[in-house]
């Protein structure tokens, strides 16, 4: 394990990091294990572009903390991120995405990804009824983020939320496919279900990884809508327009970094992740 201490500036003294490049890194990062749903989809859509992974398992999950508290906690990763010269950052944590990017987004010297808009411009998309779920963090859920943002894209549409804390949890300990989560999800999803909803939204980068649990309690009529998905299409658009898409065949290289455990990280995120996840360091960010 390896341990290096960063002093994270604050959102008015980020410096702008050096002219970017296609060879330059995107940054990715979230409370835990949950964005790693999002590197899923960048080693299929970008699979040539470097990757440097931040979960702040240390302080996950972020569900439950202000939202003042959220805002710092990104004024500390982004600066980290931007000091590794990324050129592109996804926020792959819908709470940040909720809460953090309205108040940050212009703030920095990069362009930044959410999973709000793609995430719901996808749930409009695919319902056919008008009637969409929504599961997430309660901050999310509080913040009404999913439910502005879709209201602007069709305004007839009806959007039920429910708050699932205990899920990030379960998932930050393995425990996917337990019947004790199958138990905690029945619950969430059963005020959904009786709104006869046809498109749920999964508000939280942890909850794909519950998406074989989800949609067998939530029937083969309900679509699952994944933003990662999106998102990752947005920022592959993105680089594309700037000109920084990698398109030099060359391996991909991954480095991760964790504000907790790295071997309890490595466990649980190269099970989820169908893919081992080696040599991860352990930063403190002040």
């Known amino acids: 394990m390896i341990s290096e201490r960063v002093v994270a500036k604050s959102a008015g003294s980020a410096s702008a990091p050096e002219k970017a490049t296609p060879a330059s890194p995107i940054g990715v990062f979230d409370s835990g294990v949950g964005g790693l749903t999002v590197l899923a989809q960048m080693m299929k859509q970008l699979p040539h572009e470097d990757v440097i992974y931040l979960a702040d398992t240390a302080r996950v999950p972020y569900g439950g903390r202000s939202a003042e508290e959220i805002v710092k906690i990104n004024q500390e990763i982004i600066p ?5 010269g990324v050129k592109l950052i996804i926020m792959a944590c819908g709470t940040s995405s909720a809460i953090a990017y309205p108040v940050l987004k212009d703030d920095y010297p990069v362009h930044m990804i959410n999973l709000i808009e793609p995430g719901s411009r996808e749930a409009v998309a695919a319902s056919r009824s008008g009637r969409i779920g929504l599961i997430a963090t309660a901050a999310t859920v509080n913040s009404h983020a999913y439910q502005k943002k879709i209201k602007e894209l069709a305004g007839d549409i009806e959007v039920h939320a429910v708050g699932c804390p205990l899920f990030v949890p379960l998932i930050e300990g393995g425990f996917i496919e337990t019947e004790e989560t199958r138990r905690v999800a029945k619950d969430y999803l059963k005020p959904l279900l009786k709104e006869k909803i046809d498109t749920l939204i999964l508000g939280c980068t ?14 083969p009529e309900v679509r699952l809508i994944d933003p990662a998905e999106a998102a990752v299409a947005d920022a592959k658009a993105m680089l594309t327009k700037a000109g920084t898409l990698r398109t030099k065949a060359v391996p991909a290289k991954y480095k991760y970094f964790v504000t907790g455990s790295p071997i309890q990280f490595q466990d649980i995120g190269s099970r989820l992740l169908g893919k081992p996840i080696v040599g991860t360091k352990q930063v403190t960010l002040i």
Do not use: F, W
């Not at 942890?206 to 029937?219: D, I, N, R, T």
């Open 80 to 84: 980290y991120l931007l000091k590794q």
């Open 206 to 219: 942890h909850y794909p990884h519950l998406s074989k649990v989800l949609q067998e309690l939530a029937g």
